[in-house]
């Protein structure tokens, strides 16, 4: 029974700990959309922080949808198009 309770333990801090990193990271990468200009870029990075809970699906995905976005938006006053995700 001791062994349930712990493993069990170890299993909710785990989770707990994910969950933390998604939130902090999903704000982190608003607040970089939000200053880049992305296109409602603060729900992206926080969508993008909820998804970072799975391993690699965040990191990958987030990629992929700021890139496409970036390079679907018009060009900014002042930059180029070479400024768009190779």
Same mark, same amino acid.
Request: aromatic share 10%.
């Given at each position: ?6 493993? #069990?333990?170890?299993?909710?801090? %785990?989770?707990? +700990?994910?969950? /933390?990193?998604? $939130?902090?990271?999903?704000?982190? =990468? *608003? @607040?970089?959309?939000?200053? #880049?200009?992305?296109?409602?870029? %603060?729900?992206? +990075?926080?969508? /993008?922080?909820? $998804?970072?809970?799975?391993?690699? =699906? *965040? @990191? ?27």
């Amino acid at each position: 029974m001791f062994l349930i309770r712990e493993f #069990i333990a170890i299993v909710e801090s %785990f989770f707990r +700990g994910q969950i /933390l990193i998604g $939130l902090i990271m999903g704000v982190l =990468l *608003g @607040t970089g959309f939000t200053i #880049i200009g992305l296109e409602f870029g %603060f729900a992206l +990075g926080l969508l /993008l922080g909820v $998804l970072n809970i799975v391993p690699y =699906l *965040g @990191t990958i995905l987030g990629l992929a949808v700021a890139c496409r976005s970036r390079c679907s938006s018009p060009v900014a006053a002042g930059r180029s198009s070479a400024s768009c995700c190779l």
